[in-house]
């Protein structure tokens, strides 16, 4: 058992930036593949970025290549997204996930456990 706990959201103005934090118990971390995914009002969630346990592959959806990254660090159980140039069509519900496989997968029904949310909202 897997628990997820989002922070780092708020309220920021387009153009800026954030940092989202996600602390998972257990022992049993590193071997999880984590991902962020976010659900905008009236949308369907939908991946945003993925990271495996050896941080070897981190594939990142379209609308945010070049502007978000995401990390993990293993001693302290947390996966990170950093997200810069916000713009208003970022402004979401963000979602940490995990799955106990391997690889890193876009689809969000593949995830085992979620946390929470934390929302951001970006102002034009």
Not at 27 to 39: D, E, G, L, P, V
Not at 55 to 63: E, F, G, K, L, N
Request: charged residues 20%; glycine residues 8%.
């Amino acid at each position: 058992q897997v628990q997820l706990v989002e922070s780092g959201g708020g309220l920021v103005q387009a153009g800026g930036s954030l940092r989202l934090s996600c602390a998972a118990s257990g022992r049993t971390f590193s071997a999880y593949t984590m991902a962020w995914f976010r659900q905008a009002p009236g949308k369907e969630r939908e991946f945003v970025a993925g990271i495996s346990w050896s941080r070897v592959r981190t594939p990142y959806a379209d609308s945010v290549k070049g502007r978000f990254t995401i990390s993990r660090d293993n001693a302290k159980n947390t996966v990170y997204l950093q997200v810069n140039s916000l713009e208003p069509e970022d402004t979401a519900v963000y979602y940490c996930a995990a799955r106990r496989a391997a690889a890193v997968v876009t689809s969000l029904d593949e995830y085992d456990y979620w946390g929470q949310g934390t929302q951001v909202t970006v102002s034009s």
